[in-house]
Nanobody, 125 residues
Framework: QVQLVESGGGLVQAGGSLTLSCAAS????????MGWFRQAPGKEREFVAG????????PYANSVKGRFTISRDNTKNTLYLQMNTLKPEDTAVYYC??????????????????WGQGTQVTVSS
């Protein structure tokens, strides 16, 4: 059974930066597609970014393209999300997720099999 643990969330002013990490145990992340999602109060969980097993494919949501960067360090079994130029609308709980999909990087939540507990990101204006 895989365990995904996010960290790095917090309170930041608009225009600031944060880096989220997702440490995995129980499975070798290099065998799986990974993704980041977020959920704001009263809203559906939405796709933020994903990364293929070797990092060759990295789709992003339009709302974060050019500001967020997803990466993975398979030697450390860790997934990252570098978030720059943060906006108040980025405020949400951020989740990392693991996918066994063999055909690419899913951009919907049902494409992922395992989830972390989430980390809160709050951006003040």
């Amino acid at each position: 059974q895989v365990q995904l643990v996010e960290s790095g969330g917090g309170l930041v002013q608009a225009g600031g930066s944060l880096t989220l990490s997702c440490a995995a145990s129980g499975r070798t992340l290099s065998s799986y597609v990974m993704g980041w999602f977020r959920q704001a109060p009263g809203k559906e969980r939405e796709f933020v970014a994903g990364i293929s097993r070797r990092g060759g494919s990295m789709p992003y949501a339009n709302s974060v393209k050019g500001r967020f960067t997803i990466s993975r360090d398979n030697t450390k079994n860790t997934l990252y999300l570098q978030m720059n130029t943060l906006k108040p609308e980025d405020t949400a709980v951020y989740y990392c997720a693991l996918s066994t999909n063999p055909w690419g990087v899913p951009t919907i939540a049902t494409g992922y099999n395992d989830w972390g507990q989430g980390t809160q990101v709050t951006v003040s204006s």
